[in-house]
T-cell receptor, first 115, second 113 residues
Framework: AAGVIQSPRHLIKEKRETATLKCYPI?????VYWYQQGPGQDPQFLIS???????DKGSIPDRFSAQQFSDYHSELNMSSLELGDSALYFC??????????????FGPGTRLTVL | GEDVEQSLFLSVREGDSSVINCTYT??????LYWYKQEPGAGLQLLTY?????DMKQDQRLTVLLNKKDKHLSLRIADTQTGDSAIYFC?????????????FGKGTMLLVSP
């Protein structure tokens, strides 16, 4: 079965550089979520999109932005990178954004290291 | 999101039962989830329980829900070394009419032979 695809899997950047992470949801899933997981931490919700519109916003820094495109893939753009941005970034997708049973399928994550 | 709390570490021997506990704060949560994360890997949904249930059994997994105390537990029977991982409980929260997940800090389960 198709899963959530994230690219790249690993990324190394210097401070103050920019990074773009990509997420390809499971076919027919219209909702995408981004999470950040620092070392030894639980995943923290950043932002989500439903039908190409931002649906929810969590602890996403102003230096970050994201969008969902017409083919439902999503990109997380990160600028002025800081050492503290080093983390695993997960994308998840679901069939619906409704409250209720909302199984989110997670991608393998992109490990971002900022030097 | 609401605070979700878990014990951080659990060590068991292979063949024993493991019980991982979680407390949550949002009494309106309709579903509660357990996710498993193996080292360096993504999050895998293990099981879930609907809030009007007290218990759900799924092969070696048993989920118990005490809504009064807002307590959720995951029992793994006949724990195997392959069960070693971090287990997160998660609850949805509403914001702007949509639902996303709040995770607990995770419980690291270590299974020794």
């Amino acid at each position: 079965a198709a899963g959530v695809i994230q690219s790249p899997r690993h990324l190394i950047k210097e401070k103050r550089e920019t990074a773009t992470l990509k997420c390809y949801p499971i076919p027919r899933h219209d909702t995408v979520y981004w999470y950040q997981q620092g070392p030894g931490q639980d995943p923290q919700f950043l932002i989500s999109f439903y039908e190409k519109m931002q649906s929810d916003k969590g602890s996403i820094p102003d230096r970050f932005s994201a969008q969902q495109f017409s083919d439902y893939h999503s990109e997380l753009n990160m600028s002025s990178l800081e050492l503290g941005d080093s983390a695993l970034y997960f994308c998840a997708s679901s069939e619906t954004a409704d409250v209720g049973y909302n199984e989110q399928f997670f991608g393998p994550g992109t490990r971002l290291t900022v030097l | 999101g609401e605070d979700v709390e878990q014990s951080l570490f659990l060590s068991v021997r292979e063949g024993d039962s493991s019980v991982i506990n979680c407390t949550y704060t949002d009494s309106s949560s309709t579903y509660l989830y357990w996710y498993k994360q193996e080292p360096g890997a993504g999050l895998q949904l293990l099981t879930y329980i609907f809030s009007n249930m007290d218990m759900k059994q799924d092969q070696r997994l048993t989920v118990l829900l005490n809504k009064k105390d807002k307590h959720l537990s995951l029992r793994i029977a006949d724990t195997q070394t392959g069960d070693s991982a971090i287990y997160f409980c998660a609850e949805p929260y509403m914001n702007s009419g949509y639902s996303t997940l709040t995770f607990g800090k995770g419980t690291m389960l270590l299974v020794s032979p």
